[in-house]
């Protein structure tokens, strides 16, 4: 009977053994995921850039209340090493074709000096509001002269995949009907159908069914009806 009750003492006494090491594991546990959570908290209050660059912007101070998702962002950084030029191209010219992927530019802060520029990529959807089409430039700007949101003035190298006419704004018309241009075929006045293209200071593309050779008026009207006789004098070429 002793030794009965002793070993029940003994059992009793591992068991509370065992549960106050299951209670301090658990507490062990809870300590360290505050730990855990509260280097999370810091390492939250600590804001790393993904990328080397300048902060542009600053929306906030010490102090300033902060965590509305809905407000500006409390730092903007920007890496001017390379910046991108965008370009609207009328819709005129989108059927051309870039004749080099390299073309220059020139910015109001640096007047007369061209800075080169790459085609990188292109829209291929036009805006509703303004009917252009936004071609986007790789600009190398190692020495960070340029910045971004300036304004820019680039010449883009042109060409159609097949040839075009250029003529005078004078030499087509328009009535409520259609566009023209006059040709003189055999001293008689016929009309010829014709779209505008690109303009110019001076000169407008036209598309039409005219060909090298034709004889078309510089200043055209619509009084000179089909099949008028006229007498054509070529043109003195401009300077």
């Not at 949101?149 to 009535?175: E, Q």
Request: net charge positive; proline share 7%; no cysteine.
């Amino acid at each position: 009977m002793r030794l009965f009750s002793f070993l029940l003492g003994l059992l009793l006494l591992a068991g509370g053994h065992r549960a106050m090491a299951q209670a301090d594991a658990a507490g062990y546990a809870a300590a360290r995921a505050l730990v855990a959570s509260l280097r999370d908290l810091e390492n939250y209050l600590t804001l790393r850039a993904p990328f080397d660059g300048i902060i542009s912007q600053r929306n906030a101070d010490v102090g300033t209340l902060v965590g509305n998702a809905a407000g500006p962002p409390l730092l903007v950084v920007e890496q001017i090493r390379r910046l991108r030029l965008r370009v609207a191209v009328p819709e005129a010219a989108t059927g051309k074709d870039v004749a080099q992927k390299g073309i220059e530019f020139t910015a109001k802060a640096f007047p007369g000096q061209p800075f080169p520029a790459t085609l990188a990529r292109q829209a291929a959807s036009l805006s509703a509001a303004t009917r252009t089409e936004t071609w986007e430039f790789d600009v190398p700007n190692p020495d960070g002269r340029l910045k971004p949101g300036m304004f820019a003035t680039a010449k883009l190298p042109l060409a159609r995949a097949r040839d075009s006419f250029y003529v005078p704004f004078a030499a087509i018309t328009t009535t409520l009907e259609k566009s023209f241009v006059i040709r003189v075929k055999n001293g008689l006045v016929e009309w010829v159908d014709a779209a505008k293209g690109t303009s110019y200071p001076e000169q407008v593309e036209i598309f039409g069914a005219v060909q090298a050779g034709d004889t078309l008026l510089v200043r055209a009207t619509e009084e000179l009806k089909p099949g008028t006789k006229v007498v054509a004098k070529v043109a003195e070429p401009t300077p």
